[in-house]
C-alpha cells in the first residue's frame, strides 16, 4: 500500500491495474496477517526533514501525484486541437466546483490573448445610445454571485449511436461548473436603454466574441434580460484565457455554445441573426431529416462519477460510495434515483445539498457491494417534474442522427473485480 | 508599481469623459460607440440580406479564390479534406443513418454562408477576404453543390432572392409537447423491467483515447482490416487486362474526381465529363458536354488521351492545359497516376 504514497504512477493503465492487485491485497491483508505498519512504526522522512518554502509555487498546481487529472482531447473527433474540444476529468472530482485548471475547454480559433487594457465590450443595435464599455467600466456596475454548470450542447453526442468512449471523463465531461462575478447583461442593456427597441417579446440580443471565430449567437430578449451575467471572475480568481479572459458571457441552463467568450458586441435587433453556429451546428436533426432549432436549454441529466471506467473500485466488498452529478437548465435537481441492476430497481441517493437552479448537485448512494457485478445507472429529476430518460426513450423520438442534447441515462457495468466498462442495456 | 498607477490613470479618465455624459443611462458608466466603431464591428448579414456590402463575385473567380484560401482543408470541389468540414454534397441525406449536413444540403439561409467566410474564414487568416472574394466564394460553394449554373453572378442585389434547399427544413424547439410531457411524474422504482442485457461495449469498439481503459487490451477485439477494396468489374476487353491491384488502387484515387467525374454503367456529364472509354480516345469528344476553349483548342490540334498526354494533364492540369476548367491541382504521385490509368482504362466506351 505504501506505494500509493511514493510517487505516481506512469500511467493511467499501470495504475489502474496495480490498484486492482493493490485491492485483492488490501482484502487478504485485512482478514488475516496484519503485522505493524512500518508507516507507523518507523520514522518517515517527512516527518524529520524539512518541507517546501512558502513560495515555492507562487500560484499553486496540484501535488504530482494527482498529475492524471486534468483535461484529455479524443483526437478522433475533431480536424484540429485549435478548433476542438476536451473534457474534464469529472470521474476524479468530488464536491460539485470544477477547479478553472481542468475545467473543459471548448474553442472555434483557439483560445486568444486579450489584455484587460485591450478589451472593449460594445452595445449597439436596437438601443437609445450605442455604448462603448472598457474592463474598468464593468467593474463600476453593481455585481452578482452566482453559481452556475455550463454543458456543451454535444457533451455525450458520441454515444447516440451506442456506447463508444470507456470513462465519464469522455462520456460527460462537457461540463463545469463555476462561482461566477459579473454584471447582469439586463444592467448593461438598460444603460444602453431600450426605448426604441419598443415592444421586447420579439426582440433578440445577438451577442459576438472578439476571437477569429467571432462565434456569434442569437438570444431572445427574455432570456438576456433575465438572468445571463457579463462575467469576469469564475471561482474568485479572473477567468482562465480558455475560458474567455477577460470577459465571457453566461447563459445558466442554456447550452455552452452560447456562453460567448471574450465577448466584444452585444447587438439588439428585432430577429435572430442564424449565425453558423445556430444553423449549421448545434440543431438537432430528427429521423425524418427534418431539425430543431434553437434548442437552447440542457434538460435534466446525469451520471456516475465513482465508480467508473476511469474510477474502478479498488477495496474489494464492503462499504462502497456510490457517487455522481446532476444538473437541470430547468431549474434545481430534487432527485436522483441509483440502479444497480440496469434499471430494474432503484433506490434515491442522497444530495450532498439541496439542489441550486441551473448548477451541479452532487448525489451519494452510501451502500455495501457484495462483490457481484453491478449496472450502475443514475436517474436525474428536476424542479420542473422532468425524469431523465433513456436512450431507447430519447432515440423513440429523435431517431439516431441527433447528436447534440444527448441526456439519457449512462450504464457502468461494474466487474467482480471491480473494473467498469461504458455499456448499453435492454 | 507602474501597472498600479497606470490603471488608477485610465479610471480617471473614465470618470471625467463619464462627467460629460448625454445617454440616460442610470450609472453613467461608458461612452457612445462612435459610427465608425460600429460599422468596424457591426458586419454580421441578417438572413434578409441585410447588413451586406456592395459587391458581387461569379463562380470561376470563386473557384481561384476558394482554391487558393479555401481548399487546403475544404477540398478543391468543397469536398472536405479529412476532418475538415465538407461544403457541398450529401443533398437529400438528412433521413439517412449518416446525414451528410453542408452548405447545399443543410444550410438554411444563404447570409450564414456570407456571414460567416466573410467574418470567420479562412481558418487561421479571419477577415482578410473583400466584399467581392466572399460574394465569389459564396458563389463557387453553390456551384459545387449544383445549385447554379457556372455563368452564375452573386451580388448584394440578386442575394435576397435565393433560398436555400433545406429552407424549411428546420422547425423550433418543441420538447415541450415531444418529450417533456412524457418524461414526467413519478417513475418506477422496482419491478420496472423484466431482465437487462447488455447490448453494446465500449471496450469492443476501443476507440477511448490510450490509458483510459484497463480491460481495452483483453476485450478489445482486433481492429477490423479495411474492408478490401472490390475490384470494378472490368468490361470485357481485347487488350491485356490490367494489374487487378492497380486497378483497385486507382479506384481508391478515383475518390478524389468523383464528385465531378462519373464512369462506369450509366456514367453521365456532371461538372465534367463521363470518361467511360477515356483511354487513348481523340479529346473534347463526349457528346453533350461543353469543354472549356483551352481544351477544344488543344483537341483540334489533335490532343489523344494516351498514357502521356493523360499523366501529364493530372500532374499539372493548369501547366498541362492553360485555362483548363478543371479545377483540380493536380496528382501528385506518379503512383497515383499509374493507378488511375489502370482503373480508367477498364471502362469501355
Known amino acids: 500500500m505504501s506505494e500509493f504514497f511514493k510517487g505516481k504512477s506512469t ?75 476536451n473534457f474534464t476529468p469529472i470521474h476524479a472530482l468530488d464536491g460539485t466546483i470544477t477547479p478553472q485548471g481542468c475545467a473543459f475547454e471548448r474553442h472555434h480559433s483557439g483560445a486568444i490573448d486579450l489584455k484587460k487594457e485591450d478589451y472593449r465590450l460594445m452595445i449597439n443595435g436596437l438601443v437609445d445610445t450605442p455604448l462603448v464599455f472598457t474592463y474598468a ?19 455525450t453526442g458520441m454515444e447516440w449511436a451506442g456506447a463508444q468512449l470507456n470513462g465519464a471523463q469522455f462520456t460527460h465531461g462537457m461540463i463545469h461548473n463555476m462561482e461566477y462575478t459579473g454584471v447582469p447583461l439586463r444592467t448593461l442593456l438598460e444603460e444602453a436603454g431600450l426605448d426604441v427597441a419598443g415592444d421586447l417579446q420579439d426582440k433578440w440580443v445577438y451577442v459576438e466574441g472578439a476571437d477569429a471565430s467571432s462565434n456569434g449567437r442569437s438570444i431572445p430578449m427574455g432570456k438576456a434580460l433575465g438572468d445571463c451575467l457579463v462575467a469576469f471572475k469564475a471561482n474568485g480568481e479572473a477567468l482562465r ?56 436549454v440542457m434538460d435534466a441529466k446525469s451520471v456516475v462519477t465513482s465508480p467508473s471506467p476511469q474510477a474502478p473500485i479498488t477495496h474489494g466488498k464492503g462499504p462502497l460510495v456510490i457517487t455522481g452529478l446532476a444538473w437541470s437548465g430547468h431549474g434545481a435537481i430534487t432527485r436522483v434515483d441509483v440502479s444497480k441492476d440496469g434499471g430494474k430497481t432503484w433506490e434515491t441517493a442522497r444530495l450532498a445539498k439541496e439542489g441550486e437552479a441551473k448548477a451541479l448537485t452532487r448525489f451519494y448512494l452510501d451502500t455495501e457491494w457484495n462483490g457481484e457485478e453491478m449496472l450502475l445507472q443514475s436517474r436525474a429529476m428536476d424542479e420542473a417534474g422532468y425524469i431523465q430518460p433513456t436512450k431507447a426513450q430519447l432515440r423513440e423520438v429523435r431517431g439516431l442522427n441527433s447528436i447534440y442534447h444527448n441526456n439519457c441515462i449512462q450504464t457502468w457495468w461494474v466487474r467482480p473485480n471491480g473494473e467498469a466498462e461504458n455499456v448499453e442495456v435492454s | ?14 470618470i471625467s469623459v463619464t462627467a460629460t455624459a448625454v445617454w440616460s443611462g442610470e450609472y453613467g458608466l461608458g461612452r457612445p460607440a462612435l459610427p465608425e466603431e460600429v460599422a468596424a464591428w457591426d458586419v454580421n448579414v441578417m438572413p434578409d440580406g441585410r447588413g451586406l456590402p456592395e459587391g458581387s463575385g461569379d463562380v470561376w473567380t470563386g473557384e481561384q479564390v476558394f482554391i487558393e484560401n479555401c481548399a487546403v482543408c475544404h477540398g478543391d470541389f468543397a469536398e472536405g479534406v479529412g476532418n475538415w468540414p465538407k461544403l457541398a454534397g450529401g443533398e437529400g441525406t438528412l433521413a439517412n443513418e449518416d446525414p451528410l449536413k453542408t452548405v447545399g444540403s443543410y444550410w438554411p439561409h444563404l447570409s450564414t454562408v456570407w456571414d460567416y467566410v466573410n467574418r470567420s474564414m479562412p481558418f487561421g487568416n479571419a477577415q482578410s477576404l473583400s466584399p467581392d472574394d466572399v460574394y465569389a466564394i459564396t458563389a463557387y460553394i453553390l456551384y459545387s453543390n449544383f445549385l447554379v449554373e457556372d455563368d452564375f453572378v452573386l451580388s448584394h442585389e440578386n442575394f435576397a432572392e435565393f433560398e436555400m434547399p433545406n429552407a424549411d427544413g428546420f422547425i423550433v424547439d418543441d420538447r415541450a409537447e415531444t418529450e417533456y410531457a412524457t418524461w414526467h411524474g413519478e417513475p418506477c422504482m422496482e419491478n420496472c423491467k423484466d431482465s437487462v442485457e447488455i447490448t453494446m461495449r ?23 482490416e479495411e474492408p478490401p477494396v472490390e475490384v470494378a468489374a472490368a ?51 463526349v457528346d453533350g458536354f461543353k469543354y472549356s476553349s483551352a481544351l477544344q483548342d488543344m483537341a483540334a490540334d489533335g490532343l489523344v488521351w494516351n498514357e502521356e498526354n493523360l499523366a501529364a494533364f493530372l500532374a499539372d492540369p493548369r501547366g498541362f492545359m492553360n485555362g483548363t476548367r478543371m479545377g483540380f491541382g493536380g496528382l501528385r504521385s506518379d503512383e497515383d497516376i499509374a493507378a488511375i490509368t489502370a482503373y480508367l482504362s477498364t471502362f469501355g466506351e
Open chain 2, 1 to 14: 508599481m507602474s501597472r498600479f498607477l497606470k490603471f488608477t490613470l485610465v479610471a480617471g479618465l473614465t
Open chain 2, 202 to 224: 465500449a471496450a469492443v469498439l476501443d476507440v477511448t483515447p490510450e490509458e483510459a481503459g484497463a480491460e481495452a487490451e483483453e476485450a478489445a477485439a482486433p481492429a477490423a
Open chain 1, 11 to 85: 500511467s493511467r493503465r499501470a495504475f489502474l491495474r496495480g490498484s486492482v492487485a493493490a485491492a485483492a491485497g488490501a482484502v487478504t491483508a485485512g482478514a488475516a496477517k496484519a503485522g505493524p505498519d512500518p508507516l507507523i512504526t518507523e520514522v518517515q522522512p517527512w516527518a524529520t526533514g524539512l518541507g517546501d518554502g512558502v513560495d515555492a509555487t507562487p500560484y499553486g498546481l496540484p501535488i504530482e501525484y494527482e498529475s492524471d487529472v486534468v483535461r484529455r482531447n479524443v483526437e478522433w473527433l475533431t480536424a484540429d486541437t485549435i478548433s476542438s474540444i
Open chain 2, 235 to 285: 468490361e470485357p476487353e481485347t487488350a491485356a487486362a490490367p494489374d487487378p491491384e492497380l486497378v483497385a488502387a486507382g479506384e481508391k484515387v478515383f475518390r478524389q474526381c468523383k464528385a465531378c467525374h462519373m464512369v462506369g454503367d450509366g456514367a453521365k456529364n456532371r461538372v465534367g465529363p463521363q470518361l467511360n472509354g477515356v483511354m487513348n480516345r481523340a479529346a473534347g469528344a
Open chain 1, 241 to 296: 484565457k480558455e475560458h474567455g479572459y477577460p470577459v465571457r458571457l453566461v447563459v445558466p441552463g442554456w447550452e455552452g455554445n452560447m456562453w460567448v467568450k471574450w465577448i466584444r458586441r452585444i447587438e439588439v435587433t428585432n430577429s435572430p441573426v442564424e449565425s453558423r453556429e445556430e444553423t449549421s451546428k448545434y440543431t438537432d436533426t430528427l429521423a425524418d431529416g427534418t431539425s430543431r432549432k434553437w434548442t437552447w
Open chain 1, 137 to 155: 467600466d464593468l467593474e463600476r456596475f453593481p455585481r452578482e454571485n452566482h453559481v452556475y454548470f455550463c454543458e456543451c450542447a454535444a457533451n
